[in-house]
């Protein structure tokens, strides 16, 4: 079996294991996997085409990796009411605990209300703002 083909095969199941996981950088060190086997197919030694597809595929993952560091995280799904129903909704508060989190009854479960930062507490009616986790971000009304 040429060296070309194990490459291919390496190729194969990277691409296959991606799939499954959903991680975009096994598709980058696939790249790598390609670089290797088109230097197995220049004839190059084995230890140039494993330095040619660690390399290629190392600096497509770095590549990647700052590509997706330099954009902001989207943390604005959190507070969109087109993604999150609950956002917008009203809830009523009757008592903080001192840790600044209360508990709501809110669709028929109990939630734990964490309020924004900027506002003092107090018991009412609040308004969400976004979720955090399976916790109500909320604003006072």
Same mark, same amino acid.
């Given at each position: ?9 390496? +190729? ?6 991606? *799939? %499954?996981?959903?991680? %975009? ?6 790249? /790598? *996997?390609? &670089? /290797? ?6 004839? %190059? ?5 494993? *330095? ?6 190392? @600096?497509?993952? &770095? ?11 989207? %943390?604005? @799904?959190? @507070?969109?009411? @087109? ?9 009523? +508060? ?29 018991? /009412? ?5 976004? *979720? ?10």
């Amino acid at each position: 079996m040429e060296d070309s083909t194990l490459w291919w095969l390496a +190729i194969g199941a990277a691409v296959i294991i991606e *799939l %499954f996981t959903g991680t %975009f950088y096994l598709l980058m060190l696939a790249v /790598g *996997l390609v &670089a /290797g086997s088109i230097a197995a197919y220049a004839g %190059f030694g084995l230890a140039s085409q494993l *330095l040619t597809g660690a390399a290629v595929g190392g @600096s497509s993952i &770095a590549a990647a990796y700052l590509y997706q560091g330099g954009r902001p995280d989207d %943390f604005a @799904s959190r @507070s969109d009411c @087109s993604v999150n129903l609950d956002v917008g909704e009203i809830v009523q +508060i009757e008592s903080w605990k001192p840790d600044g989190t209360a508990n709501v009854k809110y669709r028929g479960a109990q939630w734990t209300a964490i309020h924004r930062c900027r506002t003092t507490p107090g018991v /009412g009616a609040h308004r969400v703002a976004e *979720l955090v986790g399976n916790r109500l971000l909320v604003d006072r009304l």
